[in-house]
């Protein structure tokens, strides 16, 4: 009895499903055309959810209605036997409506074919108090994040929550205060970006708790012999090394401690070793897709892989490590003069004990996984898979074979970073949703007209020295929409504005201890570690290794993309 009910009501679903499909077929039967076209902004770039509203000319008659996709094409369907002129009205927040009058005599030779293009139409801009709000509110977080008011994320997140506010409780009722509905700000988070930091940083916690960095400082130590002139190069190498293999949180978080101990026991100033690590590190950083967080914001956007990445920055990266290496060697030459040389037997045993291997088995296994995930992110790019694959395809594997404390590990995954992440992803919509930032961006173009060596000129010194006030994952993140606008305008510019980007926010980020959030993390271990790096310390070294570096990679881009070629 039950299997024959099972069987009427499997009877029943065919019949619905087959009914339902015969509707659709008899409507797509049914007489008409479709009237289509495309909405542009003044760089050329597709504008999304434009409504488009056809009406019969002269009359309030609507005819039909269709919403622009992401290529900012729309489609109307109209009745066929309708041969009069139209109206053709294209309204979105944010942009001066756009009114076409189309004649009766293209509507007529239109209506003949399946499909009606009529033309390409360009939205203009429109400022309201929008506007304003979206500007003041991210300037007002950027200027909380400088002075360290309050916390990076809190800062981000109240900023967030005023663009929504004011969308919502005054932009519903005077359409010109619209911002950034909530539905369309989740469009802005670059979900990739999130799963790629998650995935990375489960890796890493793994790896970290074999005490493999521990290894590398004393093996450091021993190949310096204690010459600390050497050992800072050796340490400056390991840091860029390791910055381009993890990111420069990590990085610094593992080699600061360990270089306060060495730093202490040989006599020197601690900021004679932890200020060329973290200055190696956001360049050692520029290197691969995942040594830096703003090279993960540029790769996801740009669609840059692994290989990009490494191919066309890693020449420049160590030119700019040499000339940075030569200029902290003179900088601190007070501090190496300090030790004679020679490895102190006490040293050598504190750094031996610590430095020893916990768990060779986790790492054997974690290092498989990782070079695995490195060599995911390289192949993935001939089958289009996302970086952030790669990184979350490695962590449940390392999670599955060598079975840690899942919550522990997941505890360890820095969640006030990626809450800052989303939040910031959120406030660079509400300018871009606005217009801000295609302001910048033909600002820009004015500038470089079609001359690629100033487009890569003027953002890597522009970005470098902005980054020197503004922390440089929201300056990157809000120079994104503008470097693409100039990527399109530029002829033969290709990816060479996105690299001109990592290259400026990171190397620039060296400036001061403000400039990059590498530095304050490792300010604030020093300080609680009562090693407080003063300053005007860091920006004795910093300002100089940033407008060399800055100099190297300019040149280092120019000569492979406008002298070689893309």
């Not at 469009?187 to 970290?208: K, S």
């Not at 995942?290 to 191919?311: E, H, K, Q, R, W």
């Not at 040389?341 to 290092?367: F, Q």
Request: glycine share 10%; proline share 4%; with cysteine.
């Amino acid at each position: 009895m039950m299997n024959r009910r099972r069987l009427l009501g499997f009877l029943a679903l065919i019949v619905v499903i087959c009914l339902g499909a015969w509707s659709v077929a008899a409507q797509e039967d049914e007489p008409g055309f479709i009237l289509t076209g495309q909405v542009v902004d003044a760089q050329g770039a597709p504008v999304d959810e434009a409504v488009v509203t056809v009406f019969a000319a002269g009359e309030d008659v609507v005819l039909g209605e269709g919403v622009s996709g992401e290529d900012g094409v729309w489609r109307v369907a109209l009745d066929r036997e309708y041969d009069g002129a139209l109206t053709v009205v294209i309204v979105r927040p944010h942009f001066e409506t756009a009114t076409l009058n189309v004649p009766a005599e293209k509507v007529q030779s239109g209506a003949g074919s399946e499909r009606f293009y009529i033309e390409q139409v360009t939205l203009q801009r429109h400022v309201t108090p929008g506007f304003w709000v979206a500007t003041l509110v991210f300037a007002g977080v950027l200027l909380l994040i400088i002075l360290e008011k309050v916390h990076a994320t809190t800062a981000a997140l109240l900023g967030m929550g005023i663009i929504f506010l004011v969308h919502y409780l005054v932009g519903m009722e005077h359409p010109d205060w619209q911002i950034l509905g909530f539905e369309r700000a989740l469009g802005y988070i670059n979900w990739p970006v999130i799963f790629l930091i998650i995935g990375m940083m489960i890796i890493v916690a793994v790896i970290e708790s074999t005490g493999i960095f521990q290894w590398l400082a004393f093996q450091s130590y021993r190949l310096s012999r204690g010459r600390s002139w050497l050992l800072v190069l050796i340490l400056m190498m390991v840091t860029a090394l390791a910055s381009a293999l993890l990111d420069n949180f990590t990085t610094m978080l593992l080699m600061v401690p360990i270089s306060l101990q060495i730093a202490l026991a040989l006599g020197l100033n601690p900021a004679a070793l932890i200020i060329p690590e973290v200055l190696a590190s956001n360049v050692g950083g520029i290197s691969t897709l995942i040594g830096t967080p703003t090279n993960i914001l540029i790769g996801a956007y740009a669609d840059i892989g692994f290989n990009g990445f490494l191919v066309n920055q890693t020449p420049g990266v160590i030119l700019a490590l040499a000339v940075m290496s030569l200029i902290v060697l003179v900088m601190f030459r007070s501090e190496w003069r300090k030790t004679p040389g020679g490895i102190s037997p006490a040293l050598y045993a504190k750094l031996a004990e610590n430095g020893r291997i916990r768990e060779p088995g986790v790492l054997w296994r974690a290092g498989l996984i990782f070079l695995g995930t490195l060599v995911l992110f390289v192949v993935g790019e001939r089958y289009h898979m996302e970086p952030a694959v790669a990184a979350m395809a490695g962590a449940a594997a390392v999670l599955l074979w060598v079975r840690p404390d899942v919550n522990d590990k997941i505890k360890e995954v820095d969640w006030t970073t990626l809450v800052f992440f989303m939040a910031l992803f959120i406030l660079v919509g509400s300018i871009q949703e606005v217009g801000l930032l295609d302001q910048a961006a033909q600002g820009l173009a004015y500038v470089v007209g079609e001359r690629l060596w100033v487009g890569i000129l003027v953002i890597v010194f522009g970005v470098g020295a902005l980054s020197l006030i503004v922390p440089n994952i929201p300056l990157a993140a809000a120079m994104l929409p503008v470097v693409s606008s100039l990527s399109m305008i530029v002829p033969g510019a290709g990816d060479a504005l996105y690299y001109a980007l990592s290259m400026g926010a990171a190397m620039g980020g060296n400036g001061l201890v403000i400039s990059g959030e590498a530095n304050l993390v490792t300010a604030g271990i020093a300080e609680r570690a009562g090693s407080p790096i003063a300053f005007k310390a860091f920006m004795r070294v910093g300002l100089p290794v940033t407008f060399a570096t800055l100099i190297v990679g300019a040149l280092w881009l120019l000569l492979r993309f406008v002298i070689f070629g893309g």
